[in-house]
């Protein structure tokens, strides 16, 4: 059974760094395309960044330039460095991930999530 454990969540203020951390348990395999979503309770999920196998990567809008998705594939564990936090980054952030092949982005069907971390942002 898969399981994804994120952790490197808390609160930090304005302008201040970050590292989530997601760590995958229970396949001895290397997922192919991985992701970072965050939630704002009553707000629609939101795709943050996405990695694949080959280490191609894609951001969101908002967080290009702040934010760097990285993998450690010998690991398996899966990284976000958020820097120059802002207020508006204040969420509960999930790792998602997919042994599935083709395009690699936020978008598309992922089979496996973490539980969440909370970031929370102050002004």
């Known amino acids: 059974q898969v399981q994804m454990v994120e952790s490197g969540g808390g609160s930090v203020q304005a302008g201040g760094s970050l590292r989530l951390s997601c760590a995958v348990f229970?396949?001895?395999?290397?997922?192919?395309?991985m992701a970072w979503f965050r939630q704002v309770p009553g707000k629609q999920r939101e795709g943050v960044a996405a990695?694949?196998?080959?280490?191609?990567?894609s951001y969101a809008d908002s967080v290009k330039g702040r934010f760097t998705i990285s993998q450690d594939n010998a690991k398996n564990i899966l990284y976000l460095q958020m820097n120059s936090l802002d207020p508006e980054d204040t969420a509960m952030y999930y790792c998602?991930?997919?042994?599935?092949?083709?395009?690699?982005?936020?978008?598309?069907?992922?089979?496996?999530w973490g539980q969440g971390t909370q970031v929370t942002v102050s002004s």
């Open positions: 990695i694949d196998g080959d280490g191609k990567t």
């Open positions: 229970g396949y001895s395999y290397s997922m192919y395309c």
């Open positions: 998602a991930g997919s042994y599935g092949r083709g395009n690699c982005y936020t978008g598309r069907s992922f089979g496996y």
